[in-house]
């Protein structure tokens, strides 16, 4: 991978400073982002008190802006930030806080950015009618960008359900659970991300075949980010990730390691099968969760975890390799590493 350019006194996202001697460029980043999150906000807002509140929550609580900031760096690739450009920044953010709502009661998460998550506050019946309302908003807001926009906006919307239906139901009999997982994350995560890249180059004038390389790169961010998510939600602390560490193993859900883990205690690995004891054991006392947690980082498996999520931010650098050289192919570039090389 490329080297990591150092940090710049701009308002980035934490962990994305990727423009590192282009201060104006850097600037012009900030602006839109600026923007963006302005037009977020006021999409977001309704005069009824509690759809307000509850609505402009998530947001409020902070989070990444992955997808906005990648569609404006996909659209330095063409015009630059036009008004079309950040209003569908601001869907990509939108349509993601709207999952965030669904995926919270379908989790029973706790939390959410280091705060309770909304259906703790409202209940779970308000925080899925919070998601719907939002996705609405944001798919009127796409309406204003043309029918292409829209179609791609449901298109998207459509693979998230889907990914999210395939890890709800699991793999069937004869699927293998590691690709069935990879496609999974593909739709749930990586679709949304690739609409993303694909938006920012589409609406700033890149050529056709620009945006099909972004919409690439970008699905491959995307399983790459979702990948290294799997294991932070292991590795890392309360303070940094927002989250109990080992979340994912108390509620169920498939990640990467214990994939993995499950291969290997099939395979005759002892320490794999004694990891995966305890990681199938009741985790509801969080002595118990701590065991399984240790266990598992203490096992190759998240190592050999941490190399596949490194490996798709390597696709998606091969991805954008046939754009001319320029500052925003090596930020894309950045980009990609700074998905993954992340502590929370």
């Known amino acids: 991978m490329t080297d990591s350019p150092e940090s710049l006194d701009v308002k980035l996202p934490a962990g994305f400073d990727i423009l590192a001697g282009d201060a104006q460029l850097a600037g012009e980043i900030a602006e839109a982002l600026d923007d963006v999150e302005n037009q977020l906000l006021a999409a977001l807002s309704s005069t009824d008190e509690l759809a307000n509140t509850a609505a402009r929550y998530l947001a409020e609580a902070g989070g990444k802006r992955v997808r906005p900031l990648l569609t404006i760096l996909a659209s330095l690739l063409g015009e630059g930030t036009n008004q079309k450009v950040r209003k569908a920044a601001a869907v990509m953010e939108m349509t993601h806080l709207a999952t965030l709502y669904h995926d919270d009661v379908m989790d029973s998460a706790p939390l959410r950015r280091g705060a309770p998550s909304a259906h703790e506050v409202w209940g779970n019946s308000v925080a899925i009618l919070i998601g719907d309302l939002i996705l609405a908003r944001a798919s009127a807001l796409m309406t204003d960008l043309g029918p292409e926009g829209s179609r791609i906006q449901a298109e998207t919307f459509e693979r998230l359900v889907m990914g999210q239906l395939q890890e709800t139901v699991g793999p069937r009999e004869d699927q293998d659970p590691y690709q069935h997982y990879l496609q999974a994350i593909a739709d749930k995560t990586g679709s ?153």
Do not use: C, M
Request: charged share 25%; net charge negative.
């Open 192 to 344: 949304l991300v690739a609409a993303a890249a694909w938006l920012g180059a589409t609406f700033s004038g890149s050529a056709g075949e620009v945006a099909e390389l972004l919409r690439e790169y970008g699905e491959a961010v995307g399983i790459a980010f979702q990948l290294a998510d799997d294991v932070i939600d292991l590795t890392a602390t309360k303070d940094s990730s927002g989250k109990t560490p080992g979340t994912d193993l108390r509620e169920g859900v498939p990640t990467l390691p214990v994939l993995l883990l499950r291969r290997a205690a099939e395979n005759d690995d002892a320490a794999a099968r004694a990891a995966l004891d305890l990681v199938e054991a009741d985790l509801s006392t969080d002595e118990a969760l701590d065991r399984a947690v240790s266990a598992v980082v203490a096992h190759p498996v998240t190592e050999e975890s941490w190399s596949v999520a490194r490996s798709w931010a390597v696709k998606a650098q091969e991805a954008i390799a046939p754009l001319p050289e320029s500052t925003v192919k090596q930020a894309l570039l950045s980009f990609a590493e700074a998905v993954v090389d992340r502590e929370g």
